[in-house]
């Protein structure tokens, strides 16, 4: 891939990705604010984007494959994709309900903590080796979350504790999404199959939530049940249902986003848009920050540009130690080493194809979640199996 091509794919891309992530985080912003049902909502955009995964996979089978689509047994099922679907609905859910307290631009900052407990799970899933850069991501990332907030105008303790609480179970989520994905024998490697076994878990797992705490409140409300016209109904149909198709735009944005650039342009270009989304909260719903609050902000962004290049220099690391390893299926032999990978001269900087071979579509994932926005971040297994998949628990 030239250069040229590679700058338009990620350009082209990119500004899908960021207007899809940036609009659904305002779009729910603004509407929660006066529509109170957080949960239900979020519970049909899971239904939404189990629909639009089993339309697409029906598609794809009748036109492009000629094998049938992936069905899971139930032991599978409930072993693995539940555990990791319940803990993405409860982290979701508990994201947007926050945005009824808080700020668009604590939102974000907040969200940023999910990194720390993505490395605090891997770590103990053994998915991670506990290493000083780890410390240095997790202490910039804690300490700027805490200027962030410290003597806020606008903080609010309950959207807070909604919004880290749904940090802390995006890190879970998204370790055991990496464990789902990087085994063969689940087979659910492509995005659309990955959606359409998840999203049932994801709408179940919240519907109880739903009728406690929705339940009663969402019966009686004018606008959904109790309509006195159908232009309220009609009008709050389609306000619900513009949220669940940016959300499945965004999902497929994301994934359409790492399959052809990379998962570390992905991490790199999340960092921009997170400084994107605070700008267009000052302006348009008018946040307001303190000097101590800026330098938090600053501290947050560093940690996450932190762990992206710790990443990106192991995985380079990793393959200029191992690259001749009869474990890489794409060097054939150990004079080939790293030559495979690189341009031919040794003293020259990888080529964009290495580099795609290193953090793009071909490497696993960990993955941190703002809510319905995602962010990526190579893992340290992939490159200790060279460019397969691994099946270990």
């Given at each position: 891939m030239s250069f040229t091509v590679y700058i338009i794919k990620v350009i082209f891309l990119g500004s899908f990705f960021f207007t899809c992530s940036i609009t659904l985080t305002f779009y729910n912003k603004w509407l929660f604010q006066n529509f109170h049902f957080p949960l239900t909502v979020t519970f049909i955009h899971f239904l939404t984007q189990f629909l639009g995964?089993?339309?697409?996979?029906?598609?794809?089978?009748?036109?492009?494959?000629?094998?049938?689509?992936?069905?899971?047994?139930?032991?599978?099922?409930?072993?693995?994709?539940?555990?990791?679907?319940?803990?993405?609905?409860?982290?979701?859910?508990?994201?947007?309900?926050?945005?009824?307290?808080?700020?668009?631009?604590?939102?974000?900052?907040?969200?940023?903590?999910?990194?720390?407990?993505?490395?605090?799970?891997?770590?103990?899933?053994?998915?991670?080796?506990?290493?000083?850069?780890?410390?240095?991501?997790?202490?910039?990332?804690?300490?700027?979350?805490?200027?962030?907030?410290?003597?806020?105008?606008?903080?609010?303790?309950?959207?807070?504790?909604?919004?880290?609480?749904?940090?802390?179970?995006?890190?879970?989520?998204?370790?055991?999404?990496?464990?789902?994905?990087?085994?063969?024998?689940?087979?659910?490697?492509?995005?659309?199959?990955?959606?359409?076994?998840?999203?049932?878990?994801?709408?179940?797992?919240?519907?109880?939530?739903?009728?406690?705490?929705?339940?009663?409140?969402?019966?009686?409300?004018?606008?959904?049940?109790?309509?006195?016209?159908?232009?309220?109904?009609?009008?709050?149909?389609?306000?619900?249902?513009?949220?669940?198709?940016?959300?499945?735009?965004?999902?497929?944005?994301?994934?359409?986003?790492?399959?052809?650039?990379s998962s570390l342009t992905l991490s790199i270009g999340g960092i921009f848009k997170e400084l994107l989304t605070m700008y267009l909260a000052s302006e348009i719903n008018h946040d307001k920050w303190s000097t101590m609050n800026l330098v938090g902000a600053g501290l947050c962004v560093l940690g996450i540009l932190s762990h992206v290049m710790f990443k990106a220099i192991y995985a380079k690391n990793k393959y200029d130690v191992q690259g001749a390893s009869p474990r890489n299926p794409r060097i054939r032999s150990s004079s080939e080493g790293m030559g495979a990978l690189l341009k031919r001269d040794r003293k020259t900087k990888p080529s964009w194809e290495a580099i795609e071979l290193l953090n793009g579509d071909d490497s696993d994932a960990i993955i941190s979640s703002s809510g319905e926005e995602e962010t990526i971040f190579p893992s340290e297994e992939m490159t200790r199996k060279s460019n397969g998949r691994y099946d270990t628990d």
């Open positions: 995964a089993a339309i697409i996979r029906t598609l794809m089978s009748c036109c492009c494959s000629k094998s049938p689509p992936i069905v899971l047994n139930w032991t599978m099922y409930m072993k693995r994709v539940y555990p990791a679907g319940l803990a993405a609905a409860l982290d979701i859910g508990l994201s947007n309900m926050s945005l009824m307290f808080i700020t668009v631009s604590l939102y974000v900052m907040s969200k940023t903590s999910c990194v720390v407990f993505v490395l605090i799970f891997a770590v103990i899933l053994r998915l991670e080796s506990p290493r000083v850069t780890t410390l240095i991501v997790v202490l910039l990332v804690s300490g700027g979350l805490f200027l962030f907030t410290y003597k806020s105008t606008q903080f609010n303790l309950g959207g807070f504790i909604l919004v880290i609480s749904a940090s802390f179970l995006g890190g879970l989520r998204w370790v055991l999404l990496q464990m789902i994905t990087q085994r063969e024998d689940i087979g659910l490697k492509n995005p659309i199959d990955t959606t359409y076994h998840m999203a049932p878990v994801m709408a179940l797992g919240l519907l109880l939530p739903v009728f406690l705490i929705e339940g009663v409140p969402a019966s009686l409300s004018s606008e959904i049940f109790r309509y006195e016209s159908y232009l309220t109904l009609e009008t709050t149909t389609g306000k619900v249902a513009l949220g669940a198709l940016l959300a499945f735009l965004l999902t497929l944005s994301e994934y359409m986003f790492v399959h052809y650039t």
